[in-house]
């Protein structure tokens, strides 16, 4: 059974479509794995053993009329984010608490539309708010890796560790996630998996709960590069109930993908060595250009100037617009509600009890910088340097194809180690921000082992809607870090 | 001159004169099939929550969809008050906490909207026209509606109405009176109506003002003003501006000051009171909307709707007066209400213009107003009615018999000349039967022949027993003629100058 959940989506749709293996087997074997191992690492929040069993079937009978989708069969878990028709979505909050929506994410329709098998829900920081998956209603996730000789518990990053634990510990194929600041690609980089955050508007925001709006892109954690491509195929596409989704066409991310980046240019920004960054992490960084430039890229110093502006100018963006999307959850229609004497005592009596405090630290930075007499000086201020974050983006691609640099500043860190200071735990997106600021898509891609013997990540990023050339430089990068290792199995209750 | 109207409404006090500074901003409710962002329909009267979509209750991860029509039609309502249309316009939440507002902000237009400045004329009658200025237009979300009175300890939420798309049309503090506001409002209704963009119905809510309301000495600056919200009918407008104006002259007159607030108008005890003051105020924390793009509009879109836009009243009005010989005031009533224009205008076709303008704001008006009924609800149509002048033009029936016949189409609906003929109401015009009746009024009245001679004006009485004699059948105008010539009296203009 251990060899069914070590699989890539590649590997798995091949073993299907041969019918060696049947998806019903491929699901329960994972939905064992989940049972195994959710006590130790408490990745999913919810699983739909009976839906998954009942979708298995269905892609059975799919695969042996010798149809299906591109994930036919394939099982993969949800983050909790994403709306999911007749299952349970609470953003990991307790405002949501037993909120079961109508209606489906278009998301994971898609998906669902592809083929693939429902395993369950996955944890997250609350309302994506977090860097360590600590801020979940449902208690902290835990990174299937583990500090060389020891058992201490590290984070699985954030906000989608749930996402990243499920798939780095074998619980799922593949994971759907989120990316505001950083919420995909860091937690792939603190498990050792792949992360793609494509661009913003590729895919449809319809149906995922809101954390920043002008921010917030949907992407797939997976363990293979060809994975998140065969992921983002069936995840992207123009949505009308989302204007902010872009009509263009879906082009088969698969395809050359193997091309190599022989003649391809590749820019390192000098910005990005960062202040705090861990010697193994530039090494690594330094590994990376090496690998580039063995597999015939050439490699370009860009300057990204407004780089350094880009964290605290997010965390006046993204707050401002979380508190306002936050604003519905008042009591008043669905999830929890604490009466009051009136209505007022009931919303905050409502808002006290159902946020955590991450959320409610954001929601009062987010009301303050959009109050009147600190707009301007604000949010209005954070929206011009967005603007040059774009534009150094912008001029850099008219010089280079992708741009390499280090996914985050640090490996894995322990639980509790940084959630009791914020800005610390801010600095972990320090690397990864800038890309959400510019809109642009961005891979990380597990690139070896710090000193501790947990993973590390590289992070590629394109420009707009250039994920074709994005996933060809990843997978080049990942055919050139050759295969990594997989945590060992230390939380599994069954043998 | 605009200004002789605009110096002539001074309140005197103790101290002086006062000038009143009126500026209003108007909820114009679009006329569109679906909500500004969702496609839930907007019909008035649904069952509570049977119009509302998972966008309209603020589902998580729902997005708002602009919804074009709404857009055509603030821009129809722009070009119609002669306003700049802006070809890129951008939504703003304006955030506040409330039951009845479900996503805790409301998706409005801030700095900016749709539509700039623009300009209402109004007639004041014998005060002469006078321009109020439009400061801008822009689209905005309707709330839902709580509802207190269901429950002795809960409130309910009625979401039907929330997401249904509002026109907030903001004019300049360029008004001077409680009659010129209400003349405004009413011009405004007249407008929005003409473009089919708002149906103008102030009982179920789709109008309603917020009054802005300060005094000065004339050639000060502006003084502090009062926001009196929501009011909800034409004759509450006019009310509730005297009732603030004379509150704050008589607080200035006693040493004090203005505080800007917010006050609402209570109809009952005809005051205003206040709601809340300016500290008290909310902070809306306006931003962008991240989930919607800003709103763009092509130059041929708006070409395209001004080419469409019907004939507006002010038009209207000057044709009529141009065309069809009507009085300025004939003119201004019949085109105050679109569906009266109308109904004149197929009444008028082919007739005597200012016949036609007579019957309707005579008999007619005199007769809806009677059953409480609007024009276009009349019992009696264009068509019915011109078949009536018609008969009184071919001299088949006179004006008064007329007015009997039009009486009895009310309550039956029968055709003029069914009636007529039915009831054999046709009038007299045969010579000489007339001759014979009045020769036997002469012969029988000696001493009237007498007295008539030397005052002609007692002819009336000579005209009353022919009517009487003829019961009421013979044509009046014949009547007069053949009398006047029997007892050699002249044309009676004559007489009387």
Redesign the interface.
């Known amino acids: 059974m251990s060899d069914l959940t070590d699989l890539t989506i590649a590997e798995a749709s091949k073993a299907l479509s041969s019918k060696e293996i049947s998806s019903l087997e491929l699901t329960q074997a994972h939905l064992e794995a989940i049972g195994s191992a959710n006590t130790a690492l408490n990745a999913f929040v919810l699983t739909a053993d009976e839906q998954a069993i009942e979708m298995a079937k269905a892609s059975d009978a799919r695969l042996t009329k010798g149809e299906g989708g591109v994930l036919e069969g394939i099982p993969i878990g949800v983050k909790d984010l ?2 999911t028709r007749g299952v349970r ?1 609470t ?1 990991c909050s307790n405002i ?1 608490d037993g ?1 079961t ?3 489906e ?1 278009r998301v994971t329709a898609n998906l669902w539309d592809a083929g693939a098998v429902m395993l369950g829900k996955l944890s997250c920081d609350e309302f994506a708010m977090g860097s360590s998956t600590e801020t979940s209603c449902f208690g902290p996730c835990i990174n299937p890796w583990r500090r060389s000789g020891t058992a201490d518990k590290l984070v699985p990053g954030g906000s989608s560790g749930g996402s990243s634990t499920a798939v780095a510990a074998r619980l799922c194929l593949a994971a759907t996630a989120t990316d505001t600041g950083g919420s995909i690609r860091q937690p792939a980089a603190l498990t050792g998996t792949v992360g793609l955050k494509p661009t913003y508007g590729r895919c449809s ?6 954390f ?3 921010l917030d892109q949907a992407g797939p954690i997976t363990r293979s590069v060809t994975d998140a491509a065969i992921m983002l195929s069936a995840m992207a596409g123009y949505d ?5 989704s872009v009509d263009l066409p879906v082009p088969d991310y698969c395809a050359g993908l193997d091309e190599g980046i022989k003649g391809l240019k590749v820019g390192i920004p000098a910005e990005y060595r960062v202040e705090g960054m861990g010697a193994e992490v530039d090494a690594l960084w330094q590994q990376g250009i090496e690998w580039a430039k063995q597999a015939g890229a050439e490699i370009r110093e860009v300057s990204l100037p407004h780089t350094k502006y880009a964290l605290p100018a997010y965390y006046i963006v993204a707050p ?2 979380a ?2 999307n ?3 959850y ?1 009591g ?3 999830g929890l509600r604490v009466p009051g004497s009136d ?1 007022i005592e009931m ?1 905050q009596n409502t808002r006290a009890a159902g946020f955590g405090s991450e959320v409610k630290r954001r929601v009062l930075i987010g ?1 303050y910088v ?3 007499g600190y ?1 301007d000086a604000y ?1 209005l201020k954070a929206q011009k340097v967005r603007a040059l974050i774009k534009r150094d983006f912008d001029r850099a691609f008219e010089d280079v194809d992708v741009l390499l640099t280090p996914t985050t500043p640090s490996p894995a860190f322990a639980l509790g180690e940084k959630s009791g200071d914020p800005v610390e735990m801010y600095l972990n997106d320090i690397l990864t921000v800038t890309v959400n600021m510019a809109g642009l898509p961005a891979v990380s891609i597990p690139a070896g082992l710090s000193g501790e013997g947990t993973p590390l990540g590289l992070q590629l990023i394109a420009n707009a809607f250039d994920e074709t050339t994005l996933l060809r430089a990843a997978r080049a990068l990942e055919e050139a870090a050759g295969p990594q290792p997989a945590p060992e199995n230390w939380w599994s209750t069954t043998p | 001159m605009p200004n002789d109207a605009r110096t002539s409404h001074l309140i005197e006090g103790d101290t002086g004169s006062w000038e009143i500074v009126i500026g209003l901003e108007v909820h114009a409710q679009v006329v569109s099939k679906s909500k500004l962002f969702s496609g839930a329909s907007t019909e008035f009267g649904g069952s509570p929550n049977a119009q509302v979509s998972l966008v309209d209750a603020a589902m998580p991860g729902m997005l708002p969809v602009i919804n074009r029509e709404c857009v055509e039609q603030a821009v129809r309502t722009g070009l119609g008050l002669n306003a700049q249309i802006n070809l890129v316009s951008v939504f703003d939440r304006k955030n506040y906490f409330y039951p009845d507002l479900p996503q805790g902000y409301q998706i409005s237009q801030f700095t900016k909207p749709i539509v700039g400045e623009g300009e209402i004329v109004l007639d004041m009658g014998e005060e002469g026209e006078v321009s109020v200025g439009i400061e801008r237009l822009h689209l905005e979300q309707d709330a839902g509606k709580s509802l207190h009175d269901q429950h002795p300890d809960h409130s309910y939420v009625d979401l039907n109405r929330s997401g249904i798309a509002l026109m907030e049309i903001v004019s300049k503090p360029d008004l001077r009176s409680a009659e010129q506001a209400k003349v405004y409002v009413a011009k405004l209704r007249t407008i929005l109506r003409y473009l089919g963009t708002c149906d103008g119905n102030m009982e179920e809510g789709s109008l309603r003002a917020d009054v802005n309301v300060s005094v000065r000495k004339p050639g000060d600056e502006l003084g502090t003003r009062c926001e009196i919200k929501n009011v909800n009918s034409i004759r509450f407008i006019g009310e509730a501006v005297d009732y603030e104006a004379a509150r704050q002259v008589e607080i200035l007159e006693d040493g004090g000051e203005i505080i800007q607030e917010t006050r609402l108008f209570d109809p009952d005890a005809g005051e205003t009171r206040s709601m809340r003051s300016k500290e008290e105020a909310h902070d809306y924390r306006y931003f962008p909307d991240p989930d919607l793009l800003p709103l763009e509009l092509s130059q041929d879109d708006v070409e395209r709707i001004k080419a469409e836009l019907p004939e507006l009243p002010d038009a209207r009005k000057a044709r009529f007066m141009r065309e069809l010989a009507l009085e300025h005031d004939v003119a201004e009533r019949l085109v105050a209400d679109r569906d009266v224009a109308e109904y004149f205008e197929a009444l008028a076709r082919g007739r005597d213009a200012n016949l036609a303008a007579n019957w309707i704001t005579g008999e007619l008006f005199g007769a809806l107003n009677k059953l409480d009924l609007t024009i276009d609800r009349s019992p009696v149509d264009a068509n019915q009615l011109g078949a009536l002048l018609d008969l009184m033009d071919d001299g088949a029936v006179s004006g008064r018999t007329a007015k009997d016949v039009f009486e009895t189409m009310l309550a039956t609906g029968q055709p003029a000349g069914e009636i007529v003929a039915a009831q054999g109401l046709e009038q007299v015009s045969d010579t000489g039967a007339i001759e014979q009746v009045v020769d036997e009024v002469i012969a029988a009245n000696p001493d009237q022949v007498e007295q008539v001679k030397s005052k002609p004006k007692t002819l009336g009485w000579f005209v009353g027993q022919v009517m009487q004699k003829t019961g009421g059948k013979a044509n009046p105008q014949t009547v007069n003629d053949i009398l006047r010539r029997k007892l050699e009296i002249g044309d009676d203009q004559d007489q009387d100058s």
């Open positions: 994403f709306c979505t953003a949501l909120f929506p109508t209606y994410s925001r319809w149906g995922i709960v809101a920043a709006s002008s009308r109930r989302d204007t902010t401002a617009e508190s306002s936050l604003a519905r008042d008043v229609r669905y209505v919303y009301t959009l109050s009147a707009y949010y």
